[in-house]
């Protein structure tokens, strides 16, 4: 089993869709989760961190669920430009310290 | 301007043949990471380092060295590479004070490698 799973997608959805991605994780010795956009082979660059408490930043709001051990990701009102891969990305300490990507999620937003 | 740059971008080598790809940051960050991207598989950690002269294997390392002699870089050596290396690569860094894991990863342009 991966230790970072993610439905791979793709999501086709249409302009102005509400759309959630989820990521779950099986170490327990994980400590900090986020989400990272990544366009067409590019460089991952972060859209958000993801707290216990849920987090939002516009049109994207993040939760953390640890006793269940997933976090999700919400876009509202999805435009154009949301077109990507969504990655989910986790961070530990077992032993040294690490960080495990989930494969991705490929989002295609349609007028 | 805050970046972390790699070279090669590109780079079509053969089977055997050492190479390195330099990767250098300049914005003081103590940790820096690569990783190897495969269709499929997502990004997987090669090896880290969390200051210098402190180096990590991750979860691929089989096949490459690292060393970090300077801060600011942290270069990706393949002594005999071979076409299993195929891949693409991404340098990361982050400020990495305290708790590294708390931090988000500032990630390089990546480093199109073909092994024939």
């Known amino acids: 089993r991966k230790e970072v799973e993610q439905d791979p997608g793709p999501f086709n959805v249409p302009e102005g869709a509400t759309v959630a991605f989820n990521c779950t994780y099986s170490n327990s010795a994980s400590q900090s989760f986020f989400w990272y956009r990544q366009d067409c082979r590019k460089e991952p660059k972060l859209l958000m961190s993801?707290?216990?408490s849920g987090n939002e930043d516009g049109r994207f709001t993040a939760q953390l669920n640890r006793a269940s051990q997933y976090i999700s990701l919400l876009i509202r009102d999805s435009k154009l430009s949301d077109s990507a891969t969504y990655l989910c990305v986790v961070n530990m300490k077992t032993g040294g310290f690490k960080t495990i990507f989930g494969a991705g999620t490929r989002l295609f937003v349609k007028a | 301007e805050a970046q972390v740059t790699q070279n090669p971008r590109y780079l079509i080598t053969v089977t055997g043949k050492k190479l390195t790809v330099t990767c250098s940051q300049n914005?003081?960050?103590?940790?820096m990471s690569w990783y190897r991207q495969d269709p499929g598989l997502g990004l997987r950690q090669i090896y880290y380092s969390m200051n210098v002269e402190v180096t990590d294997k991750g979860d691929v390392p089989e096949g490459y060295k690292v060393s970090r002699k300077e801060k600011r870089n942290f270069p990706l050596i393949l002594e005999s590479p071979s076409p299993n290396q195929t891949s693409l690569y991404f340098c990361a860094s982050s400020p990495g004070q305290g708790n590294p894991l708390s931090y988000e990863q500032y990630f390089g342009p990546g480093t199109r490698l073909t092994v024939t």
């Open positions: 914005m003081n960050h103590e940790y």
């Open positions: 993801v707290y216990s």
